[in-house]
T-cell receptor
Framework: KAGVTQTPRYLIKTRGQQVTLSCSPISGHRSVSWYQQTPGQGLQFLFE???????NKGNFPGRFSGRQFSNSRSEMNVSTLELGDSALYLC????????????FGPGTRLTVL | AQSVTQLDSQVPVFEEAPVELRCNYSSSVSVYLFWYVQYPNQGLQLLLKYLSGSTLVESINGFEAEFNKSQTSFHLRKPSVHISDTAEYFCAVTPAGGSQGNLIFGKGTKLSVKP
């Protein structure tokens, strides 16, 4: 099975712009979670989607949003980018059959100038 | 709310020496515990997990971790490390009664194995 894929892998934006990141989960996985990884704050949970519905949301401002499509692919959007949004954004998927681990993608490295 | 503390940000060790990476957590509810490893420029890979049952869990590459409820700890150990174990290790928890989709991570421990 192919793993979790994230596109693009690298992205450079300027302050004030918006960005959309994409995540394709492992085939058959229905839950997708997003995390932000920075040197200062570490790994922080952004949100989780299942069946196109947001199930959980972390403590991030409303500029961070996401959605999930019927094929379980997910996108996250960050509007009005700030310098502090520079981070590695990780997507993880899981099948939701009982308790199971999350499988992570390689991440999208976002740099905000 | 849950929180995870990894007591050491960096651990240097010589090859074939034993290592312990410490993890303590705080939670008012039962949690599931995980150790993930991150190699440079890669995502996270699950190393091992504790859900229930035996408090000692093992991975296929020689790591083990022991869940200690009274001390709220889940330390990771390996009796003999290899150069290839050089990576960053993250301890994580998620509430047992929730969706388990939201992992709470520690700040990570960078393990550096020297020849």
């Amino acid at each position: 099975k192919a793993g979790v894929t994230q596109t693009p892998r690298y992205l450079i934006k300027t302050r004030g712009q918006q960005v959309t990141l994409s995540c394709s989960p492992i085939s058959g996985h229905r839950s997708v979670s997003w995390y932000q990884q920075t040197p200062g704050q570490g790994l922080q949970f952004l949100f989780e989607y299942f069946s196109e519905t947001q199930r959980n949301k972390g403590n991030f401002p409303g500029r961070f949003s996401g959605r999930q499509f019927s094929n379980s692919r997910s996108e996250m959007n960050v509007s009005t980018l700030e310098l502090g949004d520079s981070a590695l954004y990780l997507c993880a998927s899981r099948p939701l059959a009982g308790v199971n681990e999350q499988f992570f993608g390689p991440g999208t490295r976002l740099t905000v100038l | 709310a849950q929180s995870v503390t990894q007591l050491d940000s960096q651990v240097p060790v010589f090859e074939e020496a034993p290592v312990e990476l410490r993890c303590n957590y705080s939670s008012s509810v039962s949690v599931y515990l995980f150790w993930y490893v991150q190699y440079p420029n890669q995502g996270l890979q699950l190393l091992l997990k504790y859900l229930s049952g035996s408090t000692l869990v093992e991975s296929i590459n020689g790591f083990e971790a022991e869940f200690n409820k009274s001390q709220t700890s889940f330390h990771l150990r390996k009796p003999s490390v290899h150069i290839s174990d050089t990576a960053e290790y993250f301890c994580a928890v998620t509430p047992a009664g929730g969706s388990q989709g939201n992992l709470i991570f520690g700040k990570g421990t960078k393990l550096s194995v020297k020849p």
